[in-house]
């Protein structure tokens, strides 16, 4: 048997052609390891960001009102200004916040949501269909 590392082959030069043609796999392999080094470092960069960032970001609009604060002595006096004649079907509350569902006089149904903090109506709902 012969071996393959005997010193008696030697690599022999390529031809021209496909001498250029090495050269240009080189280049390609260099330029796709670079831009995946690249986008590698991005993944990385992005994970550590997400880790070192403040939590609680932005705040949802009805988040920014001012917070609800009753004192123990005394009860909260409001008064949800609704239409004449509403009839009031059901009630449901979240937070500082009081959903106000029930008829017009007409009767068209309607819900209201009242802010306790911020002592008004924030939202007024029509509801149409069956």
């Known amino acids: 048997?012969?071996?393959?590392?005997?010193?008696?082959?030697?690599d022999k030069p390529l031809d021209p052609v496909m001498?250029?043609?090495?050269r240009k796999m080189v280049k390609l392999q260099l330029i796709s390891g670079g831009i995946?080094?690249?986008?590698f470092l991005a993944v990385l960069v992005s994970i550590v960001y997400k880790?070192?960032?403040?939590e609680g970001g932005a705040q949802p609009v009805a988040a920014s009102a001012?917070?609800?604060a009753?004192?123990?002595?005394?009860p909260l006096s409001l008064t949800a200004n609704l239409p004449a004649g509403f009839r009031v079907t059901q009630t449901s509350l979240s937070g500082s916040q009081m959903l106000i569902y029930g008829e017009t006089a007409a009767g068209e149904r309607k819900a209201f949501v009242f802010d306790l903090a911020l002592g008004r109506i924030i939202a007024d709902v029509t509801l149409a269909g069956d």
């Open 1 to 10: 048997m012969t071996d393959i590392n005997d010193e008696n082959q030697e």
């Open 19 to 22: 001498e250029g043609v090495r």
């Open 36 to 39: 995946m080094a690249v986008l």
């Open 51 to 54: 880790l070192t960032r403040e």
């Open 66 to 68: 001012p917070s609800l």
């Open 70 to 74: 009753v004192p123990s002595d005394q």
